[in-house]
C-alpha cells in the first residue's frame, strides 16, 4: 500500500505530526458512523479501520477468503468526514440505537485506536513501520507503537488465530497448542520478541519517565513485556528464548512486595485466579525467579479461553486436577453456552458431565441460573449473574469442584461477580479467599494480622510506585479495614491510625491523581468522615484550576471528564454511577451541603453545562452521555 509522503505540502509538517494532530478522535468516527448506518450486514461484520487515508468502515465477509469491503468515512487529505454508502453491503435487517455487537471489540480499543497512527485492519503494522522507519529521531511514543507492533506480531506468530490484533500469520503458520513449532516458526518469533524489547529497552534508556498509554511507567512496561515473551516462549517450547528472557527479567521492590502480598494471603497449595497482565506476571516472576511460594497455582482467566495456556497449565502445574481435557475444551468452545433463568438448579459437576454427553444438532448449549459446588466439604449456592458461560467460567468452578483439597482465591474479585462466586469471598488478605461461611473467616486472628501486614506495606513510595494499579490497590486495602469484624475494633481504628500517617493527605493531594484521590475518600466516608473535610480543604485550589482549564478542546477530554466525576464523588458523597439509586431514596432535604462542597459542585455544574452545549462534545456519542449522567447527579444535589 502506498503511504503518503513523509511531508504533507498541504499542510508543511510531518506526516507523522498530521496524523496526531489532524485525525479525529476515535469517539468520533465512532458517533459519525452510528448517525449514518441504518442496517446490519447478513453477510458479514462490520469493523473500523484506521488507515493512511482516513478512516474507514470495514465490512469483513464471513465467508473465509473474500476480501475485506473499506467504505471510507473521514478523508485525510479533505480533514473532514464524508458522506458514506454501505448499500453494497447492506441488509434487509434494520440497525436500532444499540451498534451492531461487533463493534464492542473496536470500542475496547479505543485508547489504541487514538494512539497509533493506524490500527484496526491487517497490514497497519506495516503501514505503520514504513512511515516510522522514515524518522531517524523516534518519539517516546513511536517507540512504544513500534514495540507493541512487533509483540503483537510474536504473540500471533506463536499462536496463529488466537488474539484480535489485526495481524494475521494464518497462512504461514499455524497454532499447536501447548508444543514445539517448526524451526522457521520459532525463528520468526524469536526476532519480532526481540525487535519488541529493543524498542522498549530504547523508550527505556531515552525517555527514564515516559508514561505509557495505559497509564503505566516504562519501567513496569518493559517488565510486563518480557514476562508476556517469556510465557510465548514457554508455550512453544522454545527452551533457548525462554532462558534468554529469564536472565532480562526484573521487576521493581514494590511490584515484588506486590506479588509477596498476594502470594502470602493463599494457604498452602492454594489457586489463585488472577485477571490482567498486572495481577499475574509479577507472581509468577516472583515465583520462578525467587521460589516464592510456589506451592501456589496463579492461574490467569482472561488467558483461560485459549486452548494453549489451559493445555500448559495442566501440564506444568502439579496435582492440578479436572474434567476439561483437550477434547473437552474444544467440544466447550465450540458453541455458545446461554443461562436458562428456568432452568433446574444442578450441582454442577453433573451438569458438566451431562453437557459433555450431549449430542445434538443445535447451535447453542444451555445452563441452569443457579449451581451448586461441593467446595472443602460444603455445598456453595451459585447464582449467575451473566447471559452466557466462557469456556474460562465453567473451568474455573471445574477446579473448584475437582480440587476439593485447594482453597480458591482472587486478586480480582469483580471478575468473579458474573459466575456467582463474590458472594462467597472473604477478605483475608490481598488474595480474597473463597469460603463456606464469610462472617466466621472474617472473625478469624489470622485475617487481622494479614491486613494489618498488608497496610505496613502502603506507603506514598509503594502506591507511587504502581502507577495505574495504585487505585486498585487503595480500594482493595479500604475494603480489607472496613470488612474487619466488629469484634477487632480497636485494632480496626489502630489500622486507620496507621493509614492516616502512612499516606498524609497533602502528600496525595500533590500526587494530582484524581482516581487515588476519590479511593481514599471514599474510604473514610466510612472510617473516618472527618478527614473528608481535610481531604477537600487540601484539594480545592487543585480542584478550582483543574475545572477551569477543561474545555472540549482539550486533546485528553475523556480523561478530563473522568476527573470531573472523580471530583463530584469527592464533594458530593456518592459517585455518579449511584444516581438512579440516590435520586429514588433521597429527598431534597436530607442533601446537606458545606458552603465549600457547595461552591465547587456549583463550578463543576456550569463547566458540565458549557460542556454539554459544545459542538466538539455533541459529536461524541458516549462523551456526551458521560457529561449527561453527570449532570443528573448535579441535579439531584439541587444546587440551583
Known amino acids: 500500500m502506498a503511504l503518503s509522503a513523509q511531508v504533507s505540502f498541504a499542510n508543511a509538517i510531518p506526516e507523522r505530526e498530521f496524523v496526531r494532530r489532524n485525525f479525529p478522535a476515535f469517539e468520533e468516527v465512532f458517533t459519525h458512523i ?67 455487537e461487533e463493534f464492542k471489540t473496536n470500542y475496547q480499543q479505543v485508547n489504541f485506536y487514538d494512539f497509533n497512527l493506524y490500527y484496526g485492519y491487517n497490514g497497519w503494522i506495516e503501514d505503520t513501520r514504513a512511515l516510522l522507519n522514515q524518522y531517524p529521531e523516534k518519539t517516546a511514543e513511536d517507540l512504544e507503537i513500534l514495540a507493541r507492533s512487533y509483540a503483537y506480531e510474536a504473540t500471533e506468530a506463536a499462536h496463529p488465530g488466537v488474539t484480535q490484533n489485526y495481524i494475521d500469520l494464518s497462512g504461514l503458520f499455524e497454532d499447536k497448542g501447548y508444543a514445539k513449532v517448526g524451526a522457521t516458526q520459532m525463528l520468526y ?10 524498542n522498549w529497552q530504547q523508550l527505556e534508556r531515552d525517555y527514564p519517565d515516559y508514561i505509557g498509554v495505559t497509564g503505566d511507567n516504562v519501567d513496569f512496561l518493559r517488565s510486563n513485556e518480557y514476562m508476556h515473551l517469556w510465557v510465548l516462549a514457554k508455550s512453544i517450547k522454545a527452551t533457548m528464548l525462554t532462558a534468554t528472557f529469564e ?25 489463585l485466579f488472577t485477571a490482567s497482565s498486572q495481577d499475574t506476571y509479577p507472581l509468577l516472576y516472583e515465583q520462578f525467579k525467587f521460589g516464592t511460594r510456589s506451592d501456589v497455582a496463579v492461574i490467569n482467566t482472561s488467558l483461560l479461553n485459549a486452548s494453549w495456556y489451559w493445555e500448559m497449565l495442566r501440564e506444568t502445574t502439579d496435582n ?45 448449549r444451555l445452563a441452569p441460573r443457579d449451581f451448586y459446588i461441593n467446595y472443602q466439604g460444603t455445598n456453595l449456592d451459585l447464582e449467575l ?48 479467599s473463597l469460603v463456606s461461611d464469610k462472617m466466621a473467616t472474617m472473625q478469624d486472628i489470622q485475617a487481622l494480622e494479614s491486613v494489618e501486614e498488608l497496610v505496613r506495606y502502603t506507603t506514598m513510595d509503594y502506591l507511587s510506585a504502581m502507577g495505574t494499579a495504585a487505585e486498585k490497590e487503595l480500594s482493595t486495602m479500604s475494603y480489607l479495614i472496613i470488612n474487619i469484624s466488629p469484634i477487632f475494633l480497636e485494632r480496626r481504628e489502630a489500622i486507620t491510625d496507621m493509614v492516616y500517617r502512612q499516606l498524609p493527605v497533602s502528600e496525595i493531594v500533590n500526587l494530582e491523581d484524581f482516581a487515588l484521590l476519590d479511593a481514599l475518600n471514599a474510604f ?21 484550576d483543574k475545572i477551569l482549564n477543561i474545555t472540549a478542546m482539550n486533546k485528553n477530554l475523556n480523561d478530563d471528564i473522568e476527573a470531573m466525576e472523580r471530583i463530584f464523588s469527592i464533594y458530593a458523597h456518592f459517585r ?65
Not at 475485506?68 to 464524508?82: E, G, H, L, P, Q
Not at 473514610?524 to 478550582?544: D, F, M, T
Not at 455533541?618 to 439541587?638: A, I
Request: aromatic share 12%.
Open 320 to 364: 492440578l486436577q479436572t474434567t476439561i481435557k483437550n477434547k473437552e475444551f474444544e467440544f466447550l468452545s465450540d458453541k455458545p453456552i446461554f443461562v436458562d433463568r428456568e432452568k433446574e438448579t444442578l450441582p454442577f459437576k453433573q451438569w458438566l458431565q451431562e453437557l459433555l454427553k450431549e449430542d445434538t444438532e443445535a447451535t447453542y
Open 524 to 544: 473514610y466516608e466510612v472510617a473516618r468522615p472527618e478527614v473528608c473535610g481535610e481531604i477537600q480543604l487540601e484539594l480545592k485550589p487543585l480542584v478550582e
Open 34 to 100: 452510528m448517525m449514518n448506518l441504518d442496517s446490519y450486514c447478513d453477510e458479514c461484520f462490520y469493523g473500523i479501520a484506521k488507515k493512511p487515508e482516513g478512516y474507514y468502515l470495514s465490512a469483513t465477509p464471513f465467508e473465509e477468503g473474500q476480501p475485506t469491503k473499506y467504505i471510507k468515512v473521514w478523508d485525510r487529505n479533505a480533514a473532514d468526514f464524508v458522506s458514506f454508502d454501505i448499500s453494497e453491503v447492506a441488509s434487509d435487517k434494520r440497525l436500532g440505537q444499540e451498534p451492531p
Open 576 to 640: 455518579v454511577f449511584d444516581i438512579p439509586q440516590r435520586s429514588s431514596r433521597v429527598s431534597d432535604e436530607d442533601i446537606v451541603l458545606t458552603q465549600m462542597e457547595r461552591n465547587i459542585l456549583t463550578q463543576l455544574q456550569e463547566k458540565a453545562v458549557a460542556l454539554f452545549e459544545s459542538p466538539v462534545v455533541r459529536q461524541r456519542d458516549l462523551t456526551l452521555r458521560k457529561v449527561y449522567r453527570l449532570l443528573r447527579g448535579l441535579e439531584v444535589l439541587g444546587l440551583e
Open 385 to 432: 449473574k451473566t447471559p452466557s458461560l466462557f469456556t474460562s467460567d465453567i473451568i474455573v468452578l471445574d477446579l473448584l469442584a475437582n480440587n476439593p483439597e485447594r482453597k480458591g482465591y482472587t486478586n480480582a474479585p469483580y471478575g468473579m461477580v458474573s459466575i456467582g462466586l463474590y458472594d462467597h469471598l472473604a477478605a483475608t488478605g490481598r488474595a480474597f
Open 189 to 198: 518469533f524469536g526476532e519480532v520478541a526481540n525487535k519488541s524489547l529493543e
Open 247 to 271: 536472565k532480562n527479567l526484573y521487576y521493581s521492590e514494590s511490584w515484588r512486595q506486590f506479588a509477596f502480598n498476594n502470594l502470602n494471603a493463599c494457604e498452602g497449595g492454594g489457586i
